[in-house]
């Protein structure tokens, strides 16, 4: 079963515009994780927020956390053609890491 | 480059072969993962080490067989190949540490069971 649910599946949208992306999940966590995977490759951690976090900010990233509604957020602002990937959020009940299926991110120039 | 290596990269099995899946980490790190990946599935825990010398099954351990060597190496094998096990493997490790660290991911291993 999986713990993180993304919404949505798939996102396109125009080079500069900003892309949000949401992650749901069932149990309560210690923290929050989101990575990015280009096609073909590995995954790269990209942010994590803790438990007792409401919003962090790592460059063009802005991740909100709201455990009272089991949610988060990814943000992208002034996205750029190299955005384009499938973005995960992850969970760590019982300490190792629960994947969501993913939101497909399409970036166009 | 400190990371996470996976080997082979390709492999073409036919049902009932077996085959070991390699990984190896040169960060120090403890805890060791293998997950697969199938197309709108996202990720999947195949098996977890939180530490040298111990194993844990995770979400989906059926049809494998994980090996901890030591602290660097953490093998996944299939003793008799399905296609259902056609797949992308990835392995990743993490420092300890509570709450669970970002985890550094191999490149994965895309596996086809004819």
């Known amino acids: 079963s999986q713990q993180g649910e993304e919404d949505p599946q798939a996102l396109s949208i125009q080079e500069g515009e900003n892309a949000t992306m949401n992650c749901s999940y069932k149990t309560s966590i210690n923290n929050l994780q989101w990575y990015r995977q280009n096609s073909g490759r590995g995954l790269v951690h990209l942010i994590l927020i803790r438990s007792n976090e409401r919003e962090k900010h790592s460059g063009r990233l802005r991740v909100t956390l709201d455990t009272s509604k089991k949610s988060s957020s990814l943000l992208i602002t002034a996205s750029r053609a190299a955005d384009t990937a499938s973005y995960f959020c992850a969970t760590d009940p019982g300490g190792k890491l629960i994947f969501g299926q993913g939101t497909e991110l399409s970036v166009k120039p | 480059n400190a990371g996470v290596t996976q080997t082979p990269k390709f492999q073409v099995l036919k049902t009932g072969q077996s085959m070991t899946l390699q990984c190896a980490q040169d960060?120090?790190?403890?805890?060791m993962y293998w997950y697969r990946q199938d197309p709108g599935m996202g990720l999947r825990l195949i098996y977890y080490?939180?530490?040298?010398?111990?194993?844990d099954k995770g979400e989906v351990p059926n049809g494998y067989n994980v090996s901890r060597l030591n602290k660097r190496e953490f093998s996944l094998r299939l003793e008799s190949a399905a296609p259902s096990q056609t797949s992308v493997y990835f392995c990743?490790?993490?420092?300890?540490?509570?709450?669970?660290?970002?985890?550094?991911f191999g490149s994965g291993t895309r596996l086809t069971v004819v």
């Open positions: 990743a490790s993490s420092a300890p540490g509570r709450p669970a660290p970002g985890y550094t």
């Open positions: 960060m120090n790190h403890n805890s």
């Open positions: 080490s939180a530490s040298e010398g111990t194993t």
